[in-house]
Structures are given as C-alpha cells and as structure tokens.
C-alpha cells in the first residue's frame, strides 16, 4: 500500500504565494514520475505541473513562470512553489506518482486526497 499526503493549501489574497508538498508513504520500491493536478469547481481535472526521478519538470501553459515543481527522492516528496496566484488558480489540487512497490511488478498510479486552494481578495 501506498499513501500520498498532500499539505500547504489554505486561502491566499491574489499576488500572493503558497507552497504545496506531497509526502509519499508505504511499500515504496522507486517512484518515477510525480506530478501535481487540479480541479476547479465544475471542471474536469487538470494537469499543472510533472517531474520525473531526473528532476526534468513540465507544467501547463497556464502556470509556466509561475509554478515551480520540485522533488526530493530521499523524501519522496514532491513540491509546488505557487507564485503571483490568480482568481482562476483556486481548486483543490491533487498529487500524483507511478511508483513501483517491488521490482517484480509493474508501477502504479496513485492519488493523493487533495488541498483545497483558494485564491480571493
């Protein structure tokens, strides 16, 4: 079994900075690509922003230069570094990583439960 938990949403004025973290937990063999997701009310889930175990990122047209995606694989923990937040950032934001439990077995998909962000004045 593998758990992701998400921590760092909250409610921020617009400009303004928050910074997400997902720890991954459990029967961890290696983890490959992580990434960070969202969902706004009445939207389909998004991708915002990915890293693979080399560190290489990528991030949605919406948020380049403004989101930051990190990892530590001591950890197993992957970061989001939000900057100069906007009204149309607010949703709950969900982590993702295809991690493999044993050698012998194929990665998986995991979700995280989600934090909820909210930007508004």
């Known amino acids: 079994q593998v758990q992701l938990v998400e921590s760092g949403g909250g409610l921020v004025q617009p400009g303004g900075s928050l910074k997400l973290s997902c720890a991954a937990s459990?029967?961890?063999?290696?983890?490959?690509?992580m990434g960070w997701y969202r969902q706004a009310p009445g939207k389909q889930r998004e991708s915002v922003a990915a890293i693979s175990s080399g560190g290489s990122p990528n991030y949605a047209d919406s948020v380049k230069g403004r989101f930051t995606i990190s990892r530590d694989n001591a950890k197993n923990t992957v970061y989001l570094q939000m900057n100069s937040l906007k009204p149309e950032d607010t949703a709950v934001y969900y982590c993702?990583?295809?991690?493999?439990?044993?050698?012998?077995?194929?990665?998986?998909?995991?979700w995280g439960q989600g934090t909820q962000v909210t930007v508004s004045s």
């Open positions: 459990g029967s961890i063999f290696s983890i490959n690509l």
């Open positions: 993702n990583a295809d991690v493999k439990t044993s050698w012998r077995l194929p990665r998986s998909n995991y």
